[in-house]
């Protein structure tokens, strides 16, 4: 058995700084309670462009700008020692972490931001990075397209561990990727919520017969910062949830065992155990016995994808 921790808090948003220092408070706080992996949601650090779902799609220009240069600049470089802290904290407690983050390129063009998810092993090294395949709708204004080079299944301390962003779990080319790499913790990092969200995670515990852990955002108008430009008309109620969060964990098979968890903040402990994902298998193996190689593949480019390559 292995225990999870799923961080449901708001972070200082738009403050990258302020947003490491909750999360290695949470990581803490979370391992004294004997978790050994942490989960933080989509775009934890330092926040959520929620602005995308209220602003005029190719209108507010000026607006649009000054929102994007605040996220860009508060953006993590893989390359900088921005994440320190949060390694050193998975060292220190020994636990992996799962984290959303706004990414920013720093090897080519150094202003496009990725919708990234992290996975930082118990020992404090990165063991994966996947950026968000097809950000959704309003959010192609603000995120790149990600590539599948960390498209990945990754072995933990707690089990076979992969992750795929909010809509992304919509993707079911996407989610046969994990199934066929053997994932026994499927993590979904989200801004969605809701009854039709929570459905859809219990339909991809019963297809891939996983644990599936829905780590939600979690927003209230109060934690809007003060200086957000045009916050009286964007976000004039300040009790208002932006977002609830939901976050839950569901047992292979479908049954929500932890959560959801609503309008409440904290963090959603829960215990899993590895071992019952093969049992549920026995029945329905979507990549292994039920599945019909010799009519159906599926081809997953995994190779970096850049529009400069330099010899």
């Not at 708001?10 to 220092?21: E, G, M, N, S, Y």
């Not at 000026?62 to 953006?75: F, I």
């Not at 996975?119 to 590539?147: A, Q, Y």
């Amino acid at each position: 058995m292995s225990k999870l921790a799923i961080v449901q808090k708001a972070p200082a948003f738009l403050d990258k700084q302020k947003t490491i220092d909750i999360a290695v408070t949470t990581v803490e706080e979370a391992a004294a309670n004997g978790a050994e992996l942490v989960v933080f949601t989509e775009a934890f650090i330092p926040g959520y462009p929620t602005w995308v779902w209220r602003l005029r799609p190719g209108g507010d220009w000026n607006l649009s700008e000054e929102l994007h240069e605040r996220l860009l600049n508060n953006a993590i470089d893989m390359e900088s020692d921005d994440l320190e802290p949060l390694y050193k904290a998975a060292k220190r407690h020994n636990v992996t972490i799962i984290c959303g983050i706004e990414e920013r390129d720093s090897k080519l063009s150094q202003s496009t931001i990725y919708n990234t998810v992290i996975v930082i092993g118990s020992d404090g090294t990165l063991l994966n990075k996947h950026r968000k395949l097809m950000p959704t709708n309003p959010e192609r204004m603000v995120w790149g397209f990600g590539d599948a080079s960390g498209l990945k299944v990754v072995d933990t301390a707690v089990g076979r561990v992969g992750t795929l962003l909010c809509w992304e779990n919509y993707m079911p080319l996407a989610r046969y990727a994990l199934y066929s790499q053997g994932v026994e913790i499927y993590i979904a990092p989200t801004y969605d919520s809701g009854e039709n969200w929570i459905g859809t995670l219990q339909h991809v515990a019963r297809e891939g017969c996983c644990w599936v852990v829905g780590c939600g955002n979690l927003m209230k108008g109060s934690d809007i910062p003060k200086d957000f430009p045009e916050k009286d008309a964007l976000y004039p109620d300040a009790d208002e949830w932006v977002n609830p969060g939901d976050s839950l964990v569901i047992a292979p098979g479908g049954e929500i065992v932890a959560g959801p968890m609503r309008e409440e903040s904290g963090i959603l402990y829960c215990e899993v155990d590895s071992n019952k994902v093969g049992i549920a298998k026995r029945a329905l193996d979507v990549t292994g016995h039920y599945s019909r190689p010799d009519i159906f593949q599926l081809h997953v480019n995994t190779q970096p994808q850049s529009p400069t390559v330099f010899k």
